[in-house]
């Protein structure tokens, strides 16, 4: 097993800045605001060859309320689910009050526990953590993560010798067993238990990658709810206060045989309403969020309605070429004729998009979220399949033939061929003469032709048109031998009549 690294401590002691530099990505939030973590993040790191999980979590005071105290419950459950917590305190600050809570809850629960103090950059180290010493929790590694001094000499006296010692490839009593009853049963077989495994070709394959699916939508219309439903525990903060989810959290999964990366995100509200600085990195991760996704969720609160803001999310996500699932929520307790008013509304604001299953669920109760990955499942294969060259000109053929490209001033636009030249989204490239003069009118009816003939469904497709190469542009003409003569003759005959 691979260890996990929780790091804890107070609001804003410098965790998802540790977290960035462990991981060596950006992909927690960081600025100087208390509370800007909510829910627990995954990230993968290692040192010295070793992999380990670190976990970043939202801070801790013991003065939580509303939200903060959902918060504070996530922290707690990273140090349950850690084998080992880096504590982080704060060099500048001092020793705090909750900086004592933390630490007697953590040598309550006898986990390996590496006290952090941060900050210590511009500081003499050794004065300033002279306190955190009477926390009880031994050594204190002074580090400056934003700077990343002491980061690498923490991970080498701190991580690496408790991971040398818990080693994850060390085998334990019940496996060894299960080893040597295996080798035993080989060497029934005839088979040398000690082989190497016969090599096998490594195909790349699309298919064999986890989904990455995101859930995005406005603010407050059940993104977190319907997260943690489908998880089936309480994995992000659910709070009935718009703006709880200020970062995108990436979570691993599996369902149905398949592997997936879950993408809760923070909700998007019109430019005009973003002033809070925390709000615009939410919205900047979530518009991220949708170009790193294989599949897109858009979630829309059936009580509300489809907003202007819906809308202009789904023009990113289709421009980001993303598959899409529509998601009407808070569909219990609506009554027929409200219902039925909210499927015209759909229709209506809805029409341009044709290929994407539309589910009504709700996340709270959880009725109708079983099928939202058979949606879910079909446009990821859809947007990821092969397809050769020979059944995409057929097809572009059969459309030919259906219907006669338009006349390019005087001359008919002649298709020759076409190939896959893409994938997520589907990407068809056609060649011929003068296709880049093709009116929009016929290039949609090509689309549409290909999504039918293909049976595309949850995944916007797209054509890409190439002109012909003409094998004699920028070539001089050559003359030929006879021609070269009389051109000889035509030019003394010319001087001559000037004489």
Same mark, same amino acid.
């Given at each position: 097993?691979?260890?996990?690294?929780?790091?804890?401590?107070?609001?804003?002691?410098?965790?998802?800045?540790?977290?960035?530099?462990?991981?060596?990505?950006?992909?927690?939030?960081?600025?100087?605001?208390?509370?800007?973590?909510?829910?627990?993040?995954?990230?993968?790191?290692?040192?010295?060859?070793?992999?380990?999980?670190?976990?970043?979590?939202?801070?801790?005071? !013991?003065?939580?309320?509303?939200?903060?105290?959902?918060?504070?419950?996530?922290?707690?459950?990273?140090?349950?689910?850690?084998?080992?917590?880096?504590?982080?305190?704060?060099?500048?600050?001092?020793?705090?009050?909750?900086?004592?809570?933390?630490?007697?809850?953590?040598?309550?629960?006898?986990?390996?526990?590496?006290?952090?103090?941060?900050?210590?950059?511009?500081?003499?180290?050794? /004065?300033?953590?002279?306190?955190?010493?009477?926390?009880?929790?031994?050594?204190?590694?002074?580090?400056?993560? /934003?700077?990343?001094?002491?980061?690498?000499?923490?991970?080498?006296?701190?991580?690496?010798?408790?991971?040398?010692?818990?080693?994850?490839?060390?085998?334990?009593?019940?496996?060894?067993?299960?080893?040597?009853?295996?080798?035993?049963?080989?060497?029934?077989?005839?088979?040398? =238990?000690?082989?190497? =495994?016969?090599? #096998?070709?490594?195909?790349?394959?699309?298919?064999?990658?986890?989904?990455?699916?995101?859930?995005?939508?406005?603010?407050?219309?059940?993104?977190?709810?319907?997260?943690?439903?489908?998880?089936?525990?309480?994995?992000?903060?659910?709070?009935?206060?718009?703006?709880?989810?200020?970062?995108?959290?990436?979570?691993?999964?599996?369902?149905?045989?398949?592997?997936?990366?879950?993408?809760?995100?923070?909700?998007?509200?019109?430019?005009?309403?973003?002033?809070?600085?925390?709000?615009?990195?939410?919205?900047?991760?979530?518009?991220?969020?949708?170009?790193?996704?294989?599949? #897109?969720?858009?979630?829309?609160?059936?009580?509300?309605?489809?907003?202007?803001?819906?809308?202009?999310?789904? !023009?990113?996500?289709?421009?980001?070429?993303?598959?899409?699932?529509?998601?009407?929520?808070?569909?219990?307790?609506?009554?027929?004729?409200?219902?039925?008013?909210?499927?015209?509304?759909?229709?209506?604001?809805?029409?341009?998009?044709?290929?994407?299953?539309?589910?009504?669920?709700?996340?709270?109760?959880?009725?109708?979220?079983?099928?939202?990955?058979?949606?879910?499942?079909?446009?990821?294969?859809?947007?990821?399949?092969?397809?050769?060259?020979?059944?995409?000109?057929?097809?572009?053929?059969?459309?030919?033939?259906?219907?006669?490209?338009?006349?390019?001033?005087?001359?008919?636009?002649?298709?020759?061929?076409?190939?896959?030249?893409?994938?997520?989204?589907?990407?068809?490239?056609?060649?011929?003469?003068?296709?880049?003069?093709?009116?929009?009118?016929?290039?949609?009816?090509?689309?549409?032709?290909?999504?039918?003939?293909?049976?595309?469904?949850?995944? =916007?497709?797209?054509?890409?048109?190439?002109?012909?190469?003409? =094998?004699?542009?920028?070539?001089?003409?050559?003359?030929?031998?006879?021609?070269?003569?009389?051109?000889?003759?035509?030019?003394?005959?010319?001087?001559?009549?000037?004489?």
């Amino acid at each position: 097993m691979v260890p996990v690294v929780a790091l804890v401590g107070r609001p804003n002691v410098g965790k998802s800045t540790l977290f960035n530099r462990l991981t060596h990505t950006r992909d927690a939030l960081v600025a100087d605001f208390p509370g800007l973590t909510r829910d627990r993040k995954y990230g993968r790191a290692e040192v010295e060859g070793r992999e380990f999980i670190a976990i970043d979590t939202g801070g801790i005071d !013991g003065n939580e309320e509303g939200v903060e105290t959902r918060m504070a419950a996530q922290s707690l459950l990273a140090i349950e689910e850690a084998d080992v917590v880096l504590f982080l305190v704060d060099a500048r600050a001092g020793l705090m009050a909750a900086d004592i809570a933390i630490a007697k809850h953590l040598r309550s629960r006898q986990k390996a526990t590496f006290l952090v103090a941060n900050k210590t950059d511009g500081l003499d180290a050794d /004065s300033a953590v002279g306190d955190f010493y009477s926390l009880g929790l031994g050594e204190v590694h002074a580090i400056a993560a /934003s700077h990343g001094r002491g980061v690498t000499s923490l991970l080498e006296t701190a991580l690496l010798p408790w991971m040398e010692v818990v080693d994850p490839k060390v085998l334990s009593e019940e496996e060894e067993n299960e080893a040597y009853w295996a080798a035993l049963a080989a060497k029934e077989r005839g088979e040398d =238990p000690d082989a190497p =495994p016969e090599e #096998v070709e490594d195909d790349f394959n699309p298919l064999d990658l986890p989904i990455k699916l995101a859930i995005v939508g406005r603010p407050n219309v059940g993104k977190s709810t319907l997260t943690n439903r489908i998880l089936g525990e309480d994995r992000v903060v659910v709070y009935d206060m718009p703006g709880t989810t200020r970062d995108s959290i990436y979570i691993p999964m599996q369902r149905d045989e398949r592997e997936y990366i879950l993408i809760d995100t923070a909700g998007v509200r019109k430019r005009a309403k973003i002033s809070d600085t925390v709000e615009k990195f939410s919205v900047i991760k979530t518009l991220q969020a949708i170009e790193d996704a294989n599949v #897109v969720m858009l979630v829309i609160d059936a009580r509300e309605g489809i907003s202007d803001q819906d809308l202009s999310l789904l !023009g990113f996500i289709l421009n980001s070429g993303r598959s899409l699932v529509i998601v009407v929520n808070k569909w219990d307790g609506l009554s027929q004729e409200v219902r039925d008013e909210v499927k015209e509304t759909l229709d209506f604001r809805l029409g341009f998009i044709d290929f994407a299953r539309i589910h009504f669920i709700s996340a709270l109760h959880g009725s109708g979220v079983g099928n939202l990955f058979e949606s879910v499942t079909e446009a990821y294969d859809c947007s990821t399949r092969r397809i050769n060259t020979s059944m995409l000109t057929r097809i572009m053929t059969m459309a030919e033939e259906d219907h006669q490209p338009p006349l390019v001033r005087g001359r008919r636009v002649k298709l020759k061929y076409a190939h896959a030249g893409g994938y997520n989204p589907p990407i068809v490239v056609i060649h011929g003469n003068q296709v880049k003069d093709l009116p929009d009118s016929y290039k949609r009816y090509l689309m549409n032709y290909f999504r039918r003939s293909l049976n595309v469904m949850g995944t =916007p497709i797209r054509i890409q048109f190439k002109e012909g190469d003409n =094998p004699f542009a920028g070539k001089r003409n050559l003359l030929t031998p006879n021609q070269q003569r009389k051109r000889k003759r035509l030019m003394s005959h010319l001087k001559k009549g000037k004489k």
